[in-house]
Nanobody, 121 residues
Framework: QVQLAESGGGLVQAGGSLRLSCAARGTIFSINAMGWYRQAPGKEREYVASISTGAGATYADSVKGRFTITEDNAANTVYLQMNSLKREDTAVYYC???????????????WGQGTLVTVSS
């Protein structure tokens, strides 16, 4: 099975920066894409950013120019550098990945447990 391990959340003042990490481990054959979603209190989960082979990086309009997603393919790890953080960025951030694994079923799509980011004024 494939599992995701997230880290890097915490408390930061508005205008500050944080970097989230997400490492995929397990029966991985190849990864198609990895990305981040977030869910603020009382709101639905929303897309933040993703990166995939061939398509590159994409971002939600709300984070463009402030967040950067990068990947370390050799380590099956994706990072989310968050700069100029705002109070409205406060949320639980979830990592997701999909691809092919070495066992059946070959296709996998998994989610991490989430990491809390709190931005204070």
């Amino acid at each position: 099975q494939v599992q995701l391990a997230e880290s890097g959340g915490g408390l930061v003042q508005a205008g500050g920066s944080l970097r989230l990490s997400c490492a995929a481990r397990g029966t991985i054959f190849s990864i198609n894409a990895m990305g981040w979603y977030r869910q603020a209190p009382g709101k639905e989960r929303e897309y933040v950013a993703s990166i995939s082979t061939g398509a590159g990086a994409t971002y939600a309009d709300s984070v463009k120019g402030r967040f950067t997603i990068t990947e370390d393919n050799a380590a099956n790890t994706v990072y989310l550098q968050m700069n100029s953080l705002k109070r409205e960025d406060t949320a639980v951030y979830y990592c997701t990945a999909d691809g092919q694994q070495t066992i059946q079923p070959r296709y996998f799509e998994v989610w991490g447990q989430g990491t809390l980011v709190t931005v204070s004024s």
